[in-house]
């Protein structure tokens, strides 16, 4: 079993659909979480970065982590064709172990 | 924001040649990553470098190999490649122990 399952997608949705991407995970020891966003033939961008539990915000997107039961989203607020990419969530412990990625889910915003 | 450079973008190349796949950044940072992404998979990590001298294989099996010999470059060297090296490469950094990795945009890298 993976210790990070991501749906791969595909995900297509109109332009202004509020999109939630979601991660689960089952390493209790994982602290700290990510979002990344991948245009094709780009490197992976850094989106979102938390370590605590609840909800952060930055624009029109949210990432929410739920500790207890290991899970995280990442909501998109008013998609545009622009956020047209895959999303990659990754995670990791606090005793400097590894970052572990999801497969990552392709979300296509038609306009 | 990390500026992590990686050369070159894309390489077709025949079997049996030496590669080596570029990566440099400019913000100082000690910790150094080599990923291999393939379509549809997450990424693994084939080595990684927590300082000038200091490699370490990563959790992929990976005939490649790496050197550290500047703190801003961490290159990656196949001595013969295969078509089973196809795949693409993304170079990583992060300074501190728990602050998130900055990547490349990676060389997408394909072996007739």
């Known amino acids: 079993q993976k210790e990070v399952e991501q749906d791969p997608g595909p995900l297509s949705v109109p332009e202004g659909a509020i999109v939630s991407l979601n991660c689960t995970y089952s390493?209790?020891?994982?602290?700290?979480f990510m979002w990344y966003r991948q245009y094709s033939r780009k490197g992976p961008e850094l989106l979102m970065y938390?370590?605590?539990?609840g909800n952060k915000e930055d624009g029109r997107f949210t990432a929410q982590v739920d500790k207890s039961s290991k899970y995280i989203s990442l909501f998109i607020r008013d998609s545009q064709p622009s956020d047209s990419a895959t999303y990659l969530c990754?995670?990791?412990?606090?005793?400097?172990?590894?970052?572990?990625f999801g497969q990552g889910t392709e979300l296509s915003v038609k306009p | 924001e990390a500026d992590i450079y990686q050369t070159p973008r894309y390489l077709v190349i025949g079997t049996g040649k030496k590669i080596t796949l570029e990566c440099s950044q400019t913000?100082?940072?000690?910790?150094m990553y080599w990923y291999q992404q393939d379509p549809g998979m997450e990424l693994h990590l084939i080595h990684y470098?927590?300082?000038?001298?200091?490699?370490e294989k990563g959790d992929l099996s990976s005939e490649s190999t790496v050197s550290r010999i500047r703190t801003e470059h961490f290159p990656l060297t196949l001595e013969s490649a295969r078509p089973s090296h196809t795949s693409q490469y993304l170079c990583?950094?992060?300074?501190?122990?728990?602050?998130?990795?900055?990547f490349g945009d990676g060389t997408r890298l394909s072996i007739l």
């Open positions: 470098s927590y300082g000038v001298n200091s490699t």
């Open positions: 990754a995670m990791k412990d606090n005793q400097g172990g590894k970052l572990i």
């Open positions: 390493n209790s020891a994982f602290q700290y």
């Open positions: 990583a950094s992060r300074q501190g122990s728990n602050q998130p990795q900055h």
């Open positions: 913000m100082g940072h000690d910790k």
């Open positions: 938390t370590y605590s539990s």
